[in-house]
């Protein structure tokens, strides 16, 4: 009997632990926004690579883009806070940098998009056409 009772109130705990933390997740899946990214590459003959630095270190390298192509991702944006993530092996993870540069010489080509205009505006989507004449550059298409 004293088992049965250490169990429900085991039982109990938990149920009373777990509520407030699934009302909480429901209330903060609404405030989810999804928002689009798109890197054109403005290129001749040049391909391009880009990066998403996640939270803790992590990093997200897409495909290689090709002359003429482009590449399209989601991300989401935390209504509340402004905080932008993306989705990584299944989990929602915070997004600290975007970085593109030309493939073939990434090290000294990188350059940083800017993904802060969807914490300061409304904007839906960002589109950014990235060039290489004399250096590497990705300026945003459409504001």
């Known amino acids: 009997m004293r088992r049965y009772l250490k169990l429900q109130l085991c039982f109990y705990a938990a149920l009373f ?5 699934l ?8 405030a989810h ?7 054109k590459n403005q290129q001749s003959d040049h391909e391009i690579r880009c990066q998403l630095i996640l939270a803790h270190f992590v990093t997200y390298d897409f495909r290689k883009v090709g002359p003429g192509q482009s590449l399209d991702f989601s ?6 806070d402004r905080t932008l993530f993306f989705i990584h092996a299944k989990r929602t993870m ?3 940098n975007l970085l593109c540069g030309l493939d ?8 940083e998009l800017p993904l802060a205009l969807f914490q300061t505006t409304n904007r839906q989507s960002l589109v950014f056409e990235c060039v290489f004449n004399t250096t590497f550059a990705c300026n945003i298409a459409r504001l």
Not at 17 to 21: K, L, S, T
Not at 23 to 30: F, Q, T, V
Not at 75 to 80: D, K, N
Request: without cysteine; aromatic residues 8%; glycine residues 2%.
């Open 33 to 39: 926004l999804l928002r689009n990214v798109q890197v």
């Open 17 to 21: 632990m777990i509520f407030p933390a």
């Open 23 to 30: 009302a909480y997740g429901d209330s903060d899946r609404e």
């Open 75 to 80: 991300i989401i944006l935390r209504a509340p």
């Open 104 to 111: 073939t010489n990434w090290s000294i080509t990188k350059t």
């Open 94 to 96: 915070a997004i600290e």
